[in-house]
């Protein structure tokens, strides 16, 4: 590994399960000799399970009560967790996202060594094809001269909140990367070994066709208990995955 340092941001909304899965994925698999900090913003006035992450190694937790809703506080939370952020490079994801294999920090070491500054697990599909902050890893640098909010025009939104990056790398000749993502390509899933193949959430691919990274989606209202749909991973099923197939406990 040449990357030796690395701060870990992710917003969080009163999701104590999402939280605690997330940072121990990360310490399961990561290597030695590289250091992480995590950065667990709390997008709210809740501490009912603060103590019980700062149990975990090297995290800081950080109250943003005034965050506000939706994109909005997504954004505000990493940018609060950026002004705390002392490395060179940077991990900002969502807390309902796992680590779920080590090739996850050679993968991304690989791609920094050849001189990417923005690599990203998930592109979406709009317009812009901006690499999600649903995971994705920046130079820190980079990541604070950029506005994270969504931007809109006529009332609808156009690019999400962390897509400037995105953008603002492409303006600047920056060199991105983004590995495959069974979210928009499903048929990805028909090629992955047991469990993950069974597994219909979105899974980020590296370049040898191993799953690395996996994302709920819509895991804050899944532990709020208000979003649910048939067809959908729900959170009762993610920990189970993530505690019996993966290890992560």
């Not at 104590?16 to 667990?40: G, T």
Request: glycine letters at 6%.
């Amino acid at each position: 590994m040449n990357l030796k340092k690395l701060s870990v941001i992710a917003p969080s909304f009163k999701s104590k399960e999402l939280s605690l899965l997330f940072v121990k994925s990360f310490e399961k698999f990561k290597p030695k000799n590289l250091f992480i900090h995590y950065i667990i913003v709390e997008n709210s006035s809740d501490v009912s399970y603060k103590a019980e992450i700062l149990k975990l190694p090297n995290v800081t937790w950080i109250q943003n009560p005034n965050a506000g809703s939706g994109s909005e506080a997504n954004a505000s939370g990493i940018e609060v967790g950026l002004s705390k952020t002392q490395t060179e490079f940077v991990f900002i994801a969502h807390n309902d996202t796992a680590v779920v294999d080590s090739r996850f920090f050679s993968s991304f070491d690989k791609k920094i060594s050849e001189g990417y500054e923005l690599v990203g697990t998930l592109q979406s599909v709009n317009r812009t094809r901006a690499y999600h902050v649903s995971g994705l890893m920046i130079k820190t640098s980079i990541a604070r001269k950029v506005d994270l909010r969504p931007i809109y025009s006529n009332g609808f939104m156009i690019e999400d909140v962390g897509d400037p990056l995105t953008t603002y790398c492409r303006e600047k000749g920056i060199l991105t990367y983004c590995f495959k993502n069974t979210s928009y390509n499903e048929e990805l899933h028909e090629n992955l070994s047991p469990p993950f193949g069974f597994f219909k959430t979105a899974t980020c691919i590296d370049d040898e066709g191993f799953p690395i990274f996996l994302h709920l989606s819509r895991g804050t209202p899944k532990s709020q208990s208000t979003f649910s749909k048939p067809d959908r991973i729900n959170l009762k099923d993610w920990i189970y995955f993530l505690e019996n197939n993966v290890g992560i406990v």
